[in-house]
């Protein structure tokens, strides 16, 4: 690989695998329909995943850009049975409240056609939580606290990384955001610079998986040409 330098820094020559115009065609297309598979799930297996499986995927999700390459993410990974049930509990509490006394009617009818609700046994039965957190500074070794950038656009480009990830493995996935979520940070004892930014239960689907026959938005209605 060439290198050289820029204003200082190590710069490495890149080059893309590129392809003609039949061929974009077809990979954009199977890539669109492959995608297209992937499901939020709330039906899983307690089936063991390799543990190396879960390190692939936080390598994948890692590869994605970053403000000022700051990387401004934390991946905990939570397998120990006592720790998910004490996750599971404190989100319960969040979500039974908030089905009660926070969220709209509006709101409480737009989740209807998803069947979810406040009780969140996924939580204990999938083999691993991932518990995504973002990173708002970090701190140098004479104590200076160094702002990170665009902080929450970073994290969730890797956050869609991860799930393409996860996909791509043979898992599934649930996006679980309760809220407040301050006692993810309690309980896995993050540093002051961590907020948890997503929750994501990840293993195989149960023999019996069911999820909501819901329809995607059109190309039409999702994107504007000018």
Same mark, same amino acid.
């Given at each position: 690989?060439?290198?050289?330098?820029?204003?200082?820094?190590?710069?490495?020559?890149?080059?893309?695998?590129?392809?003609?115009?039949?061929?974009?065609?077809?990979?954009?297309?199977?890539?669109?329909?492959?995608?297209?598979?992937?499901?939020?799930?709330?039906?899983?297996?307690?089936?063991?995943?390799?543990?190396?499986?879960?390190?692939?995927?936080?390598?994948?999700?890692?590869?994605?850009?970053?403000?000022?390459?700051?990387?401004?993410?934390?991946?905990?990974?939570?397998?120990?049975?006592?720790?998910?049930?004490?996750?599971?509990?404190?989100?319960?509490?969040?979500?039974?409240?908030?089905?009660?006394?926070?969220?709209?009617?509006?709101?409480?009818?737009?989740?209807?056609?998803?069947?979810?609700?406040?009780?969140? @046994?996924?939580? #204990?039965?999938?083999?691993? *939580? =991932?518990? !995504?957190?973002?990173?708002?500074? %970090?701190?140098?070794?004479?104590?200076?606290?160094?702002?990170?950038?665009?902080?929450?656009?970073?994290?969730?480009?890797?956050?869609?990384?991860?799930?393409?990830?996860?996909?791509?493995?043979?898992?599934?996935?649930?996006?679980?955001?309760?809220?407040?979520?301050?006692?993810?940070?309690?309980?896995?004892?993050? @540093?002051?610079? #961590?907020?948890?930014?997503? *929750? =994501?239960? !990840?293993?195989?689907?149960?023999? %019996?998986?069911?999820?909501?026959?819901?329809?995607?938005?059109?190309?039409?209605?999702?994107?504007?040409?000018?």
């Amino acid at each position: 690989m060439n290198q050289k330098d820029i204003n200082g820094y190590p710069f490495a020559s890149y080059s893309k695998e590129s392809y003609n115009s039949s061929e974009m065609l077809l990979r954009s297309k199977t890539f669109y329909e492959w995608m297209d598979t992937r499901r939020t799930c709330r039906d899983f297996s307690d089936k063991p995943v390799p543990k190396e499986v879960i390190e692939n995927i936080l390598l994948a999700a890692s590869t994605a850009p970053s403000g000022a390459h700051k990387q401004p993410w934390s991946f905990c990974v939570v397998s120990d049975a006592e720790i998910k049930k004490q996750i599971r509990i404190a989100a319960e509490t969040e979500e039974k409240e908030s089905y009660e006394n926070r969220m709209s009617d509006e709101w409480l009818n737009d989740l209807a056609p998803i069947g979810t609700d406040w009780q969140k @046994p996924f939580l #204990e039965t999938a083999p691993y *939580l =991932i518990i !995504v957190f973002s990173r708002s500074y %970090e701190v140098e070794s004479n104590g200076h606290k160094h702002q990170n950038y665009y902080v929450k656009e970073s994290v969730g480009i890797a956050c869609g990384f991860l799930l393409a990830a996860i996909h791509d493995a043979g898992l599934i996935a649930l996006t679980h955001t309760p809220s407040p979520m301050n006692f993810l940070s309690k309980i896995l004892r993050r @540093p002051e610079n #961590e907020r948890p930014f997503l *929750l =994501i239960p !990840v293993g195989y689907a149960a023999e %019996e998986c069911w999820v909501p026959d819901l329809k995607r938005k059109s190309l039409q209605e999702i994107s504007a040409w000018y």
